[in-house]
Nanobody, 115 residues
Framework: QVQLVESGGGLVQPGGSLRLSCVAS????????MGWYRQAPGKQRDLVAV???????NYVDSVKGRFAISRDNAKNTVSLQMNSLKPEDTAVYYC?????????WGQGTQVTVSA
């Protein structure tokens, strides 16, 4: 069973930065597409960024130019560098690993952007 463990969340002031990391257990990490999602209170869980097994990336428009997703296949890790954070970025951030019909989620890490 795959386990995903996120870390790096916290409280940051507007304009600040945070780096989230997600470590996956199991083998064949490089074959999986990896994504970051977020869910604000009372809202649905939405895609933030994805990095595919071939290294291609996609971002939701609201974070383009501010967030960067990366992966280290040797360490089974995917990261999300978040810069110029805004209050509307406040949410629980989840890591997702997927391949075909298989999908696994982490437990989430809270990101709060507030003065």
């Amino acid at each position: 069973q795959v386990q995903l463990v996120e870390s790096g969340g916290g409280l940051v002031q507007p304009g600040g930065s945070l780096r989230l990391s997600c470590v996956a257990s199991g083998s064949s990490f490089s074959l999986y597409n990896m994504g970051w999602y977020r869910q604000a209170p009372g809202k649905q869980r939405d895609l933030v960024a994805v990095i595919n097994s071939d290294g291609t990336t996609n971002y939701v428009d609201s974070v383009k130019g501010r967030f960067a997703i990366s992966r280290d296949n040797a360490k089974n890790t995917v990261s999300l560098q978040m810069n110029s954070l805004k209050p509307e970025d406040t949410a629980v951030y989840y890591c997702k690993q997927s391949l075909g019909f298989r999908a696994y989620w982490g437990q989430g890490t809270q990101v709060t952007v507030s003065a």
